[in-house]
């Protein structure tokens, strides 16, 4: 009948079900006889809207008791149309779990098993944490670091500036005291004094722990040492250990043959001809011509003089000699002396059982130094040994700390020997090629000549000057200028005169200010030569934040513009840092901002820019 049939939206009109409706009521323990009585109403056809106010009470109720009962199973009602027939299936379906009551949560914490389960993940949970902390700092403390540079010595930051007191406005060590100041204000921390020992006037050393009486007393070789350390400044001595004077009290107790001193010299027997006349041991040959042997009629043999005859060769096959020098060595440190720079080194020692020099090819006169191939009496591999315990010796007093170098070129033959077990000479040189420089040197034989140097050691002593004659002997003063400006930026120690660091003094201490930045101390070096006639190289470093420098030497007579964008890393523009005086551009006023494609650069100048390097 109608008053019978459900008002159901899901039904359509021709009696076909569109969908089920499913009706889902909770179940109530405590009064089964609400359910049924409900499902009753519900067969019998009651409308929606009977007894509407007692089935949302009952709902509501229903609703707020399954927040706090866990009642599993619930009573499901679905509604099915079926031939214009509404059809009623009630089934008992279990609902989902909605978890504990408190009541039975708190039988579960106070249970013996769940309280041991919660400490024993307590614990582990702690240990666990412990222990990745301790791993942690394990890794940070264990792990390979990244290698720190190591620190610069004060003989690679400061150029080292070579000094004869005689060369000084009072020509002694006192006078020397105000040029330090000066040479301060340049940067300059390292002053390598030479000549300053006893010598006989006709050459060779008379004393080798006293000093020329013309320049002082060993007072005042303290009070300057003493000056010196006030201001951070070092001060290096310049022996030749190589020979004596004939006037040495150890050569004169040698001709007398008086022990220990019969040996400190080399000496041999002559050789008797036919017509009993004295002829040398060998065919040796002094560096200036001629026999390097000498006969002493009072000892009746002769010594052995590899430069002049007045300076006869000490006998370091005796190693009671190399003690002895050894000793001197340290006489000269308690003094306060920082370190040395020896001279003559490659002619130590010499072949103890006398062989003849075998005939070079280069056509030379006899009795020319060049005439032999000088493999008893030059650059022996038993000078390294003697060496080794010089340089000990001057460690060991100095905390090492000290500083020992050579004066000579090395080869980089000979390098490898003196560096094969570890670093035998601290400041290694072999550039010869600025030695015999005049002002048309090129910018080729800089590049090859710097190339090659840098190649056999990392970082040498540049030395501009020589033992001849001094760079302003060779060239006018602004190329002078020039020159030792460009060296100041590359790897390693220039070694100067005090006049290679005053004439362009505002540049000069620019520029030795520059080499305690990091970008000299730790960057790389790139050379290369542009135009045909303008030698350039660059000093960089990686890590960001430091500037690169950019050092150019233009060796032609005519001016230039430079591209220099075509070096790596190079930016756009580049700023000038300074110059050599003779460096100018098309106005009066030196731009200091310069597009790194168009740099003017004059003949013979040098001029230093910085870039920001690009990444």
């Known amino acids: 009948m109608e008053s019978g049939r459900l008002n159901l939206d899901s039904v359509e009109t021709n009696g076909i079900a569109k969908e089920t409706v499913v009706a889902t009521y909770k179940a109530l323990p405590d009064d089964d006889t609400v359910a049924q009585e409900k499902v009753q109403n519900t067969a019998m056809g009651k409308q929606n809207n009977e007894n509407e106010i007692d089935d949302g009470v009952h709902e509501k109720m229903l609703k707020d008791e399954s927040k706090n009962s866990p009642t599993k199973e619930t009573t499901e009602v679905k509604y099915i149309s079926e031939n214009g027939d509404t059809k009623i299936d009630i089934e008992t379906v279990k609902q989902a779990f909605c978890g504990m009551g408190k009541e039975e949560l708190m039988k579960f914490a106070n249970d013996p098993f769940w309280i041991r389960l919660r400490w024993f993940l307590f614990i582990a949970f702690w240990l666990l944490w412990i222990a990745m902390l301790v791993g942690a700092i394990a890794i940070v403390v264990i792990a390979p670091k990244c290698t720190a540079p190591e620190p610069k010595e004060w003989w690679e930051i400061s150029p080292i500036i070579q000094l004869d007191p005689a060369e000084t406005n009072n020509h002694n060590l006192k006078s020397i005291e105000s040029l330090l100041d000066i040479l301060k204000e340049q940067n300059i921390n390292a002053i390598s004094l030479s000549s300053i020992v006893k010598e006989n006037p006709m050459g060779g050393t008379e004393d080798f722990k006293n000093i020329k009486s013309e320049l002082g007393t060993i007072s005042d070789l303290e009070s300057l040492i003493k000056y010196a350390e006030g201001k951070d400044q070092h001060i ?70 590899q430069f002049n005859y007045t300076q006869p060769e000490l006998n370091y096959n005796n190693p009671t000699v190399v003690t002895e020098f050894a000793d001197i060595l340290s006489h000269w440190i308690k003094l306060g002396i920082s370190g040395f720079r020896l001279a003559n080194t490659q002619y130590l020692t010499e072949d103890p059982d006398l062989h003849d020099e075998f005939r070079s090819t280069i056509p030379t006169e006899a009795d020319d130094y060049d005439s032999l191939v000088h493999a008893y009496t030059r650059d022996r591999p038993e000078n390294v040994g003697i060496l080794s315990k010089w340089k000990e010796r001057v460690y060991n007093e100095t905390e090492n700390k000290g500083f020992f170098a050579l004066q000579d070129d090395i080869g980089t033959d000979i390098l490898q020997v003196y560096n094969e077990k570890k670093r035998l000479i601290d400041l290694p040189q072999n550039s010869q090629f600025f030695t015999i420089a005049d002002s048309s040197i090129n910018a080729t034989t800089l590049h090859r000549g710097i190339y090659h140097c840098l190649n056999s050691t990392p970082w040498p002593a540049w030395d501009v000057n020589g033992k001849k004659h001094s760079l302003r002997e060779r060239m006018p003063a602004d190329i002078a200028d020039s020159l030792v400006l460009m060296t100041l930026l590359l790897p390693g120690t220039p070694v100067l005169k005090v006049n290679d660091t005053l004439s362009a003094k505002d540049a000069f201490a620019t520029l030795s200010k520059t080499r305690q930045s990091l970008t000299f101390l730790y960057g790389e070096t790139m050379l290369k030569t542009i135009n045909g006639s303008v030698f350039a190289y660059t000093r960089r470093r990686l890590k960001s934040g430091n500037p690169g420098y950019l050092v150019a030497y233009q060796s032609s007579e005519e001016p230039t513009v430079v591209d220099f964008s075509v070096m790596p890393q190079i930016s756009d523009e580049v700023s000038v840092v300074t110059h050599s005086p003779n460096y100018v551009q098309d106005g009066n006023m030196i731009r200091t901002k310069l597009p790194s494609n168009k740099v003017p650069i004059s003949s013979k100048s040098t001029v230093v820019l910085t870039f920001v390097p690009k990444s």
């Open 236 to 305: 290096i001595l310049e022996l030749d250990p190589s020979h004596t004077s004939t006037e040495h009290p150890w050569f004169k107790r040698s001709i007398e043959k008086e022990e220990p001193f019969t040996s400190y010299y080399v000496w041999a027997d002559a050789k008797i001809t036919s017509d009993g006349k004295h002829n040398p041991p060998n065919n040796w040959l002094s560096v200036y011509g001629g026999s390097a042997w000498e006969w002493n009629e009072q000892r009746g043999q002769y010594y052995l003089h």
